[in-house]
């Protein structure tokens, strides 16, 4: 019964397709009456506020829009009545609007144009709800198609209603006075420390360089494999989200294309514990290393880290995903691991225009979202060429199927250290020398942090403090 009650209340879509779309009639012709009546202002004005002429819901009214703004865009020719009327003419279209009797109507539909700014938002808003109807019909359509991908099919979807959200933000001019006093305070806070420029990653020298991770900025960790991009990464991950490593605990997204979210559990637990994970394997598990364990389970418990292990993910699968966990979690970071795993949507025999692809969506994506997007990415065999056991220092160059990962990254850094340094360590308290390298910073400065790694618990910590001059510019 209960059912058959919802039924009788649910819209007939029979009926809703019959329906007119949200409009105003009587707001769109005093938009266009104030065209014609003050030209030299309110042309502008409207320009500014529509993007297309589809905000009109009448074609006539769209029509009308058409010849203004054509006319207004010929620096020859002057907006009125006459001159509009000649133009539809032209266009054999003025005895389809009415004539000029119906732009005469038009003209002196209004009697000023003070409120035109209130109606532009009426009918931009009503334009962004006809979109929204248009969006769910077709994806109402292509939901019958029982050949369609169904994961495909909801990312488009969620692609298409994303992208009328986007196109109902537009940015208005502002004139500087304006705005700084406020951008002043801003500049105060940070100052006193009440606001961050970026979040901390935990590496203050790191921090000092790039004000941290920001909002809206892709930031690129490379290195070649075994070098430990994903043990430095995760160390990230856990400064971040752990209350016991951070004032102020963030949500973080993570995107392992190569390991699964067990092995990322398990390498978060252990480094946590400053353990190795081969006591598991060999037996070597004492009791004194029970507590330091659960510990570190009890700290992770707390902490919103969010994993995706899916291997192969698509730039479109990523968006999806990830737009889903800001809206849903308010997620602050994500982390990508990594960029040369992941796959373009469409299909290309190109793989340095596919990389390319991926590496302006992950921009695209921290632009979107306003959080700033870690990813990691592989250098090319390059690096490995020369005689000493280190190889080369990493550069832009040598990131591997470059294409624009270094144009659309704000920051690109290097892990880089002796790989054989590593592998006579077995005392949990041993490490070895290791750098970051500041190789790209677009709002800041460049140069190498100096880190102690850890190899059997997999964690980076910074090395001993160091003069200014000691980092290269």
């Known amino acids: 019964m209960a059912e058959d009650a919802r039924a009788a209340r649910r819209p007939d879509p029979a009926n809703i397709a019959d329906r007119a779309q949200p409009h105003d009639n009587t707001v769109e012709r005093a938009v266009l009456a104030a065209m014609l009546r003050e030209p030299a202002t309110c042309v502008d004005v409207v320009i500014e506020h529509f993007r297309d002429p589809e905000v009109f819901y009448s074609h006539v009214h769209r029509t009308i829009f058409e010849a203004i703004v054509e006319l207004h865009n010929d620096p020859k020719l002057k907006v009125d009545l006459i001159s509009v009327a000649h133009r539809l003419k032209t266009m054999e279209k003025l005895d389809m609007i009415g004539g000029e009797v119906f732009l005469g109507e038009l003209y002196t539909s209004i009697a000023t144009a003070v409120n035109l700014d209130a109606w532009c938002q009426i009918l931009r808003k009503y334009a962004t709800l006809r979109r929204m109807i248009d969006v769910c019909s077709e994806s109402l359509l292509k939901c019958y198609d029982s050949d369609a991908d169904a994961a495909q099919l909801v990312e488009q979807i969620e692609t298409d209603i994303f992208k009328v959200r986007s196109e109902e933000n537009t940015n208005s001019i502002v004139e500087i006075k304006d705005t700084i006093e406020q951008e002043f305070h801003a500049l105060y806070d940070l100052l006193d420390g009440k606001t961050e420029v970026g979040i901390p990653t935990g590496y203050t020298q790191l921090d000092k360089y790039t004000g941290g991770l920001k909002a809206g900025e892709m930031f690129v960790l490379a290195a070649r494999p075994s070098i430990g991009k994903t043990s430095l990464a995760l160390n990230v991950i856990r400064n971040l989200v752990l209350p016991t490593r951070s004032p102020h605990p963030r949500k973080v997204a993570f995107f ?116 700033p997007v870690l990813v990691l990415a592989q250098l090319n065999r390059e690096v490995d060429k020369s005689n000493g056991p280190a190889g080369l220092r990493p550069k832009l160059a040598h990131l591997r199927e470059s294409g624009t990962i270094e144009q659309d990254a704000d920051i690109v850094t290097f892990l880089h250290r002796n790989r054989d340094d590593a592998k006579e360590v077995s005392d949990p308290n041993q490490s070895v020398k290791a750098e970051w390298i500041v190789e790209k910073n677009r709002n800041g400065r460049t140069g190498v942090i100096e880190l102690n790694f850890f190899p059997t618990r997999m964690e980076f910590l910074p090395a001993a403090p160091y003069d200014e001059e000691d980092c290269p510019q």
């Open 256 to 371: 392992s294309l190569e390991m699964t979210e067990g092995q990322i559990a398990r390498r978060l637990l252990c480094t946590e514990a400053g353990i190795s994970e081969s006591v598991f394997w060999n037996k070597t598990f004492q009791s004194s290393d029970l507590t330091k364990l659960t510990g570190a389970v009890s700290a992770f418990q707390k902490a919103k880290l969010f994993i995706d292990p899916t291997g192969g993910i698509t730039i479109a699968e990523l968006r999806a995903k990830a737009r889903r966990l800001k809206m849903k979690e308010d997620i602050d970071a994500i982390v990508i691991d990594y960029l040369q795993l992941m796959h373009a949507d469409g299909r290309t025999d190109n793989r340095q225009q596919e990389v390319g692809e991926i590496s302006g969506g992950i921009k695209a994506l921290a632009k979107d979202l306003k959080i």
